[in-house]
T-cell receptor, first 116, second 115 residues
Framework: GAVVSQHPSWVICKSGTSVKIECRSL??????MFWYRQFPKQSLMLMAT?????????EQGVEKDKFLINHASLTLSTLTVTSAHPEDSSFYIC????????????FGPGTRLTVL | GENVEQHPSTLSVQEGDSAVIKCTYS??????FPWYKQELGKRPQLIID?????GEKKDQRIAVTLNKTAKHFSLHITETQPEDSAVYFC??????????????FGKGTHLIIQP
């Protein structure tokens, strides 16, 4: 159990367009999901915390109007990169918090975004 | 907020030898410390974790130690094998019954196992 999926696995888009990434918990309900970004050869950096039914909490330096997060149900959170630019090219990974597992987070497979 | 420092950034060991990666954290409220192995282009894979109520945990060739007073924790891999080559990340987070915060990761250690 505790499987998290992410879609798409990779996407290439033109500068100025918007891209939506979905994160789903397949076999458990996730009240809280997290979005991370990982640039090449760097660590994972928390972007925002997504709470079902309420507004996301963004980390310092992350533009909430550029990275729109929606957590409409207990199994789905979406991240929309609006007006994407080449510097937004990165590996985006979501994770879900399963409270019964004492803090352990379950990661999706990640989405490789390339903005041309 | 939490700050996690990880050393070394690169570690090369001979196959069969042991490898040790060290991390320090700043927030005394952190109480859950996972270690992840990440291969290129893949998601982080949890290999071992420790909570603040224990000082050591072992799973076959992998062990983690935690010193809450000094705010540091370490990953120990014994009898290293070629398949242990990867990037390893430590992380720290505060967890309660109401849920957890997002993870704060160290910068990672590229472990190279020399044949």
């Amino acid at each position: 159990g505790a499987v998290v999926s992410q879609h798409p696995s990779w996407v290439i888009c033109k500068s100025g367009t918007s891209v939506k990434i979905e994160c789903r918990s397949l076999d458990f309900q996730a009240t809280t999901m997290f979005w991370y970004r990982q640039f090449p050869k760097q660590s994972l950096m928390l972007m925002a915390t997504s709470n079902e039914g309420s507004k996301a909490t963004y980390e310092q330096g992350v533009e909430k109007d550029k990275f729109l997060i929606n957590h409409a149900s207990l199994t789905l959170s979406t991240l929309t990169v609006t007006s994407a630019h080449p510097e937004d090219s990165s590996f985006y990974i979501c994770s879900a918090d399963r409270r019964a597992r004492g803090g352990e987070q379950f990661f999706g497979p990640g989405t490789r975004l390339t903005v041309l | 907020g939490e700050n996690v420092e990880q050393h070394p950034s690169t570690l090369s060991v001979q196959e069969g030898d042991s490898a040790v990666i060290k991390c320090t954290y700043s927030d005394s409220a952190s109480n859950y410390f996972p270690w992840y192995k990440q291969e290129l282009g893949k998601r982080p894979q949890l290999i071992i974790d420790i909570r603040s109520n224990v000082g050591e945990k072992k799973d076959q060739r992998i062990a983690v130690t935690l010193n809450k007073t000094a705010k540091h924790f370490s990953l120990h891999i014994t009898e290293t094998q070629p398949e242990d080559s990867a990037v390893y990340f430590c992380a720290a987070v505060s967890y309660s019954g109401g849920g957890a915060d997002g993870l704060t990761f160290g910068k990672g250690t590229h472990l190279i196992i020399q044949p």
